[in-house]
C-alpha cells in the first residue's frame, strides 16, 4: 500500500499534549483501540489559554512504558491561544488535521515539514497577513488553509523548484504564493519587461519564457524598465494574485489612474517613476504596501479613499508639491506610524 494510503487509513491514537516550561504530559483517550501501532496524533481539549510562548510539539510520547511517534495534528479549540507566537512542528509530522492552528492568532510563521502531505480544511482558519513556509518541492494535498479564502488571507512560501505546482495546487491556489528565490538575479518569478509599449504589458509577461508560457499566477516581482503603459496594462497587474514586487521606476507616466491596483492585498512594494505628478481615487486601496515614498515631481493626491484599508503601510513622505490631501485618503491604516508632510499642507 502507497504509504499516503497507510496514512489514510490510519486509526489515530489520540493524545492530548499540555506543553508548559518545557515538559510534556500526555493522556490516552478512552475511544482508541489502537496503541499497537506505535503512532500518535497531537491533540488539544484546550480548557484554557495558557500554551507558552514557544509551543514545541514533540516528536514522540510516552505513554506508561510505551513510545508513540506524532504522526498527525488535530484542532478546534474554544479558547484563543494569544500567549503563543512561536510553534515548532516534528519531522515526523505527516498530516495536519481541520482546524489545528485555528486558535494560535499571533504566530507570524510557521514552517510545515518536509514529510507532511495532507493538510485538512481550514488547518489555519481566520489567519490572516502571516506566513506560512513550506518545505517540500512536492505539494501536500490541501483541503483549505483558511477556511475563506476572500476574508482570511496568508502569504505561502514554498521551494522554487515547486512554485509553478503550488500555483496550481487546489486548497492553495488563492492566496499569495511566494518562491523562496523571489528576489535572486535570474529567478523564474521574477519578469523585467525591458521595453513596454501601451497594451502590451499581458503578453510580455506570459511570453518571456517562451516556447513554455508563463501564467500572470507564477509572477511574484514584475520590473517594467521603460516606455508606457494604459488600463490594459493596469487590468493585467490585477489579475496577478502573487505579485509582491512592483517596479514602475522606469516607466515614463504622469498618473497613476482610479482604482489602478485596487484590492492587490498581496503587494508589499511599490517603486513609482520619477515622472508621477498624480495618483487618482482608490489607486491603491487595500493594497499590502509597507512604505509609500513619492517622487518629488508628484503634485496632486485626488479623489477619495487612495491608499484606504492599508493594513500594512507603516510610513509615508509626501512631497512639497503635494498641497492637499483627501480626508479619507488614509481611512483604515490601522499601523500608521510616521507621516512626512510638506510644510505648505492645506
Request: net charge negative; with cysteine; glycine share 6%.
Given at each position: 500500500?502507497?504509504?499516503?494510503?497507510?496514512?489514510?487509513?490510519?486509526?489515530?491514537?489520540?493524545?492530548?499534549l499540555?506543553?508548559?516550561?518545557?515538559?510534556?504530559?500526555?493522556?490516552?483517550?478512552?475511544?482508541?483501540?489502537?496503541?499497537?501501532?506505535?503512532?500518535?496524533?497531537?491533540?488539544y481539549?484546550?480548557?484554557?489559554?495558557?500554551?507558552?510562548?514557544?509551543?514545541?510539539?514533540p516528536?514522540?510520547?510516552?505513554?506508561g512504558?510505551?513510545?508513540?511517534?506524532?504522526?498527525?495534528s488535530?484542532?478546534?479549540?474554544?479558547?484563543?491561544?494569544?500567549?503563543?507566537?512561536?510553534?515548532?512542528?516534528?519531522?515526523?509530522?505527516?498530516?495536519?488535521?481541520?482546524?489545528?492552528?485555528?486558535?494560535?492568532?499571533?504566530?507570524?510563521?510557521i514552517?510545515?515539514?518536509?514529510?507532511?502531505?495532507?493538510?485538512?480544511?481550514?488547518?489555519?482558519?481566520?489567519?490572516?497577513?502571516q506566513?506560512?513556509?513550506?518545505?517540500s518541492?512536492?505539494?501536500?494535498?490541501?483541503?483549505?488553509?483558511?477556511?475563506?479564502?476572500?476574508?482570511?488571507?496568508?502569504?505561502?512560501?514554498?521551494?522554487?523548484?515547486?512554485?509553478?505546482?503550488?500555483?496550481?495546487?487546489?486548497?492553495?491556489?488563492?492566496?499569495?504564493?511566494?518562491?523562496?528565490?523571489?528576489?535572486?538575479?535570474?529567478?523564474?518569478?521574477?519578469?523585467?519587461?525591458?521595453?513596454?509599449s501601451?497594451?502590451?504589458l499581458?503578453?510580455?509577461?506570459?511570453?518571456?519564457?517562451?516556447?513554455?508560457?508563463?501564467?500572470?499566477?507564477?509572477?511574484?516581482?514584475?520590473?517594467?524598465?521603460?516606455?508606457?503603459?494604459?488600463?490594459?496594462d493596469?487590468?493585467?497587474?490585477?489579475?496577478?494574485?502573487n505579485?509582491?514586487?512592483?517596479?514602475?521606476?522606469?516607466?515614463?507616466?504622469?498618473?497613476?489612474?482610479?482604482?489602478?491596483?485596487?484590492?492587490?492585498?498581496q503587494?508589499?512594494?511599490?517603486?513609482?517613476?520619477?515622472?508621477?505628478?498624480?495618483?487618482?481615487?482608490?489607486?491603491?486601496?487595500?493594497?499590502?504596501?509597507?512604505?509609500?515614498?513619492?517622487?518629488?515631481?508628484?503634485?496632486?493626491i485626488?479623489?477619495?479613499?487612495?491608499?484606504?484599508?492599508?493594513?500594512?503601510?507603516?510610513?509615508?513622505?509626501?512631497?512639497?508639491g503635494?498641497?492637499?490631501?483627501?480626508?479619507?485618503?488614509?481611512?483604515?491604516?490601522?499601523?500608521?506610524?510616521?507621516?512626512?508632510?510638506?510644510?505648505?499642507?492645506?
Amino acid at each position: 500500500m502507497e504509504k499516503r494510503d497507510t496514512l489514510k487509513h490510519l486509526v489515530m491514537l489520540a493524545v492530548m499534549l499540555i506543553a508548559s516550561s518545557g515538559t510534556v504530559s500526555a493522556q490516552m483517550s478512552d475511544a482508541i483501540k489502537a496503541a499497537n501501532l506505535g503512532l500518535a496524533e497531537w491533540y488539544y481539549v484546550n480548557s484554557s489559554n495558557s500554551y507558552p510562548e514557544e509551543l514545541n510539539i514533540p516528536e514522540t510520547v510516552t505513554i506508561g512504558e510505551k513510545e508513540y511517534v506524532v504522526v498527525a495534528s488535530y484542532g478546534y479549540a474554544a479558547y484563543e491561544q494569544r500567549n503563543t507566537t512561536k510553534i515548532n512542528l516534528p519531522q515526523t509530522m505527516r498530516r495536519l488535521g481541520d482546524y489545528t492552528f485555528y486558535p494560535f492568532f499571533n504566530v507570524k510563521n510557521i514552517t510545515i515539514p518536509e514529510n507532511v502531505e495532507v493538510l485538512g480544511s481550514s488547518v489555519f482558519y481566520t489567519w490572516t497577513n502571516q506566513n506560512i513556509h513550506f518545505t517540500s518541492v512536492t505539494p501536500p494535498t490541501v483541503g483549505s488553509l483558511t477556511g475563506n479564502k476572500d476574508s482570511y488571507h496568508v502569504k505561502v512560501f514554498v521551494p522554487s523548484a515547486g512554485f509553478r505546482d503550488y500555483v496550481k495546487t487546489e486548497g492553495i491556489e488563492g492566496q499569495c504564493i511566494i518562491s523562496e528565490d523571489w528576489n535572486q538575479e535570474g529567478a523564474f518569478s521574477t519578469v523585467n519587461t525591458g521595453q513596454c509599449s501601451s497594451g502590451e504589458l499581458g503578453y510580455i509577461v506570459v511570453s518571456d519564457i517562451l516556447p513554455d508560457v508563463r501564467t500572470y499566477a507564477e509572477v511574484n516581482k514584475l520590473i517594467i524598465n521603460k516606455g508606457t503603459i494604459d488600463k490594459t496594462d493596469w487590468y493585467a497587474m490585477r489579475q496577478m494574485p502573487n505579485l509582491i514586487y512592483l517596479d514602475l521606476s522606469g516607466l515614463s507616466i504622469e498618473e497613476i489612474p482610479a482604482g489602478a491596483l485596487d484590492n492587490c492585498w498581496q503587494l508589499e512594494t511599490i517603486i513609482f517613476p520619477e515622472s508621477l505628478k498624480y495618483i487618482r481615487e482608490r489607486a491603491l486601496r487595500n493594497t499590502g504596501v509597507r512604505e509609500l515614498n513619492f517622487p518629488n515631481g508628484l503634485s496632486e493626491i485626488s479623489g477619495s479613499e487612495n491608499f484606504r484599508n492599508c493594513d500594512s503601510l507603516t510610513s509615508v513622505t509626501i512631497p512639497d508639491g503635494v498641497t492637499t490631501l483627501p480626508n479619507d485618503c488614509f481611512y483604515d491604516c490601522n499601523n500608521l506610524h510616521e507621516v512626512n508632510l510638506p510644510n505648505f499642507l492645506t
